[in-house]
């Protein structure tokens, strides 16, 4: 799946996403302007050391994308979208486009694809999510639509502990 922020201003929150594309095998696609600089401490700390583990690629417009990409299956997040997220069939060549944390993305495109907006329920009074938060709802969902191609679905414990929380040991597990 590919991930698009377009105009993106907050350097955390594409951090924060990048560290999503990373975790889950999501190519990041950046529309600049965008509102920082790549080489931002901010960005980098909020994506820690997962941008290598990634794929990105910055285009200088819409248009450039678009050429890029031509004939990509594009899904526009918006709060103006008139179904959810959840009503979709996702396929692994998706690409769901996010705008900035500010504006969203300009009325003028969704008009024009109205048919492919899609949206996160939420209470009528909240204007939006968090960017990051929204990317991650929305990608997780495709993925698990998928199967979660490529992930790792089970963890296991490693052992360790850490001495600094004693509560813990004050933890219970509930009797089944």
């Excluded at 509102?35 to 980098?44: E, I, T, W």
């Excluded at 941008?51 to 248009?63: A, E, K, S, V």
């Excluded at 944390?101 to 495109?109: I, N, Q």
């Excluded at 698990?144 to 502990?161: E, K, N, V, Y």
Aim: proline content about 7%; aromatic content about 10%; glycine content about 6%.
């Amino acid at each position: 799946m590919h991930i698009v922020l377009v105009n993106p201003e907050i350097p955390q929150n594409t951090g924060n996403i990048a560290r999503t594309c990373a975790a889950t095998g999501c190519m990041l696609h950046l529309i600049e302007p965008l509102g920082f600089s790549l080489a931002d401490k901010y960005l980098k700390r909020a994506g820690l050391d997962y941008w290598n583990l990634m794929q990105y690629r910055i285009y200088p417009d819409w248009n450039a994308l678009l050429a890029a990409w031509p004939g990509a299956n594009m899904r526009f997040l918006t709060t103006k979208a008139p179904r959810s997220y959840a009503e979709v069939a996702y396929t692994p060549d998706d690409f769901l486009v996010f705008g900035c944390e500010t504006r969203g993305l300009p009325e003028s495109l969704l008009t024009r694809a109205y048919d492919r907006c899609i949206r996160i329920p939420m209470a009528e009074e909240a204007r939006s999510l968090n960017l990051s938060n929204a990317v991650a709802v929305v990608a997780y969902e495709g993925l698990r639509q998928l199967g979660f191609p490529g992930l790792m679905r089970a963890g296991s414990l490693t052992g360790r502990d850490d001495p600094a929380q004693p509560w813990m040991d004050s933890v219970t597990t509930p009797q089944t």
